[in-house]
């Protein structure tokens, strides 16, 4: 409700609102005036919000404050050069892990599998919010693994389903999506792990680059290089055509139901790069993201789009969702282009409320990188209910 108390809230005062948002952007460093600002901003957005949000580092992804502790939380560049480059991180993960474990025994949210022509689509909660995905070819019995942070649970649903594994497909190397791949590696000899040679794949066996396709008895999977978040961050895009259905994108952390991921390691003109590569595809393709941020995201685009009504449709039906913890997986790309901003910098709305004014160069690639970096700060200073 927080969310349609703030859509309520913003209603009529696209131009008061506008000024609201860019005096805010321009000040999001950590001082006084910075601070004033958010506090207007909470009152034009959510009249029940009355807790000043805390100021987040600017080089980390804003996590809510009900869910587990999570590696990525704001402490600085000096923890994200530890986690991701020293054997701390892995304790961490494995630390985390078994929290997760025995706070949801049975997953974070409940999925429903999709079956296509002989193609099945498996979502495997793990950890406090992420998603671990199985994609088999029932024929050939054959299984890929997506992002394989707990292999505890994907080892179950592999012997569930009675599949063999033959392929893990990394996106990049954060722990609670490369985690696992040591473990179903060593149990399943003929696996093959894929991903990045540049993003330093745990247990890497098969380095991939841009338009690389991974076959597996009918299965055609496509990674596609989609930097920004990691240095070698991966999408993969599976192909509809071969069994008669929707294409599948299973995207890690660039791209949520209605977020992005955060550009922990490069700059807004190359996430906007990333999106424009996602946003290529066509509309009926599903979008199988890394993490369960529906809510969250799409209370943060009534935030920045308060007239909406697709957000607003599509928040009630996730709210619904998780009402009874029931996954909010997939989305497709074409419900993605109507309701989630860092998909819709070219659109007049977000320029007007967040851009820096009129402008012959408004419309320019440099333009909508600016406008994408501010979106994601204003969601880094975003408080969600």
């Known amino acids: 409700m927080a969310a349609v108390v703030a859509a309520t809230a913003l209603k009529g005062r696209g131009a008061r609102n506008a000024r609201v948002l860019r005096g805010i952007l321009s000040g999001a460093t950590a001082n006084k005036a910075s601070q004033n600002r958010t506090r207007a901003l909470q009152s034009h957005s959510s009249p029940e919000c009355k807790e000043e ?15 587990g502790k999570n590696p990525m939380k704001a402490v600085g560049l000096a923890w994200y050069s530890l986690y991701t480059r020293t054997w701390l991180g892995y304790l961490f993960y494995r630390q985390q892990l078994r929290r997760a474990r025995n706070r949801y025994p049975k997953g974070h949210s409940r999925t429903q599998p999709r079956l296509f022509n002989g193609v099945k689509v498996l979502p495997i909660p793990v950890l406090s919010d992420n998603y671990s995905y199985l994609i088999i070819d029932t ?25 063999n594994l033959v392929a893990i497909l990394c996106t990049h190397k954060h ?16 696996c093959r792990v894929y991903g990045s040679p540049q993003d330093g ?40 055509e ?6 599948c994108l299973f995207s890690g952390d660039l791209l949520f139901l209605s977020g992005c991921g955060r550009t922990f390691e490069g700059t807004a003109e190359t996430m906007l790069s990333s999106l424009d590569t996602v946003l290529g595809l066509g509309d009926d393709t599903l979008l199988w993201p890394g993490h369960e ?50 998909l819709r910098t070219h659109c007049l709305v977000l320029q007007e409320a967040l851009g820096p004014g009129p402008g012959p160069t408004r419309d320019d690639d440099y333009s909508r990188a600016q406008l994408l970096e501010k979106l994601r700060q204003l969601k880094d200073l975003h408080k969600s209910k």
């Open 175 to 190: 722990w609670d999506h490369s985690g696992g791949n040591r473990d179903l590696s060593r149990r399943h000899q003929d």
């Open 139 to 163: 024929q050939a019995r054959l299984a890929v693994a997506v992002d394989p942070s707990d292999p505890q649970a994907v080892q179950a649903s592999i012997e569930k389903e009675g599949v």
């Open 201 to 240: 794949i745990p247990y890497l066996t098969h380095p991939l680059c841009h338009q690389d396709v991974v076959s597996v008895g009918r299965l055609q999977i496509r990674a596609l290089a989609t930097p920004g978040h990691t240095q070698g961050h991966l999408v993969y895009l599976l192909d509809g």
């Open 293 to 342: 941020y529906a809510e969250e995201n799409l209370g943060f685009a009534g935030v920045v789009e308060p007239e909406n009504l697709a957000r607003e449709r599509k928040m009630q039906w996730v709210q619904r969702q998780r009402m009874e913890r029931k996954s909010t997986c997939p989305s497709t790309l074409g419900e993605e282009r109507s309701y989630n901003p860092f």
């Open 53 to 67: 949000p805390e100021s987040l580092s600017p080089e980390l992804e804003y996590i809510p404050r009900k869910r």
């Open 242 to 247: 071969p069994y008669k259905g929707p294409s």
